[in-house]
T-cell receptor
Framework: GESVGLHLPTLSVQEGDNSIINCAYS??????FIWYKQESGKGPQFIID?????DKRQGQRVTVLLNKTVKHLSLQIAATQPGDSAVYFC?????????????FGQGTRLTINP | GAVVSQHPSRVICKSGTSVKIECRSL??????MFWYRQFPKQSLMLMAT?????????EQGVEKDKFLINHASLTLSTLTVTSAHPEDSSFYIC??????????????FGPGTRLTVL
């Protein structure tokens, strides 16, 4: 299940099941969104991105959905594998005073149970 | 894909000493590199934007005299943590933006540097 609190939100799913990770972003002017996967002790790894003129984009086993009306982003991972266990971050690209910056969400720890 | 490296991968230093971390784009040129800090179980927080040939732009609350950034070439940016203290212990991650690709807002991340200050 999913829990939110003082600790990193967590999501546990059975191997082979599908998982959905959600993210709320803050800036309605954001035009580009990215999902990153971070394994312990490593840097973020690009998974998939989507621009604000789209509401869905698919990759290999992953799908990103964008709902601009409620400023919500989701990452769907199909047929999860043990290697999918990691922390997943959404990030929004914001233009501030002429400079583009990435603002990261708090992250969700995904655990795949065998 | 574009590769970004960091050196060292981990460093332990005594309180009061300075530590330099290097960020290199290996197969592309980057006019802009970014430095992030990540505390345990937290998200990445942007510290500063490093621009080749000019001064870095620091985020609010980040001391520019403590975190010195130098972006001397299109493939190298360095972050120096001066007079490090235990509260500076963190995971420092850099990213770089590829000049040439049409997706100019794509950032490629390095593997991170674990700094521990005793």
């Amino acid at each position: 299940g999913e829990s939110v609190g003082l600790h990193l939100p967590t999501l546990s799913v059975q191997e082979g099941d599908n998982s959905i990770i959600n993210c709320a972003y803050s800036n309605s002017a954001s035009d580009y969104f990215i999902w990153y996967k971070q394994e312990s002790g490593k840097g973020p790894q690009f998974i998939i991105d989507i621009r604000s003129n789209m509401d869905k984009r698919q990759g290999q086993r992953v799908t990103v959905l964008l709902n601009k009306t409620v400023k919500h982003l989701s990452l769907q991972i199909a047929a999860t594998q043990p290697g999918d266990s990691a922390v997943y971050f959404c990030a929004e690209n914001i233009l501030i005073q002429g400079a583009q910056k990435l603002v990261f969400g708090q992250g969700t720890r995904l655990t795949i149970n065998p | 894909g574009a590769v970004v490296s960091q050196h060292p991968s981990r460093v332990i230093c005594k309180s009061g000493t300075s530590v330099k971390i290097e960020c290199r784009s290996l197969d592309f040129q980057a006019t802009t590199m970014f430095w992030y800090r990540q505390f345990p179980k937290q998200s990445l927080m942007l510290m500063a934007t490093s621009n080749e040939g000019s001064k870095a732009t620091y985020e609010q609350g980040v001391e520019k005299d403590k975190f010195l950034i130098n972006h001397a070439s299109l493939t190298l940016s360095t972050l120096t943590v001066t007079s490090a203290h235990p509260e500076d212990s963190s995971f420092y991650i850099c990213s770089a933006r590829d000049l040439v690709t049409e997706k100019t807002d794509t950032q490629y991340f390095g593997p991170g540097t674990r700094l521990t200050v005793l």
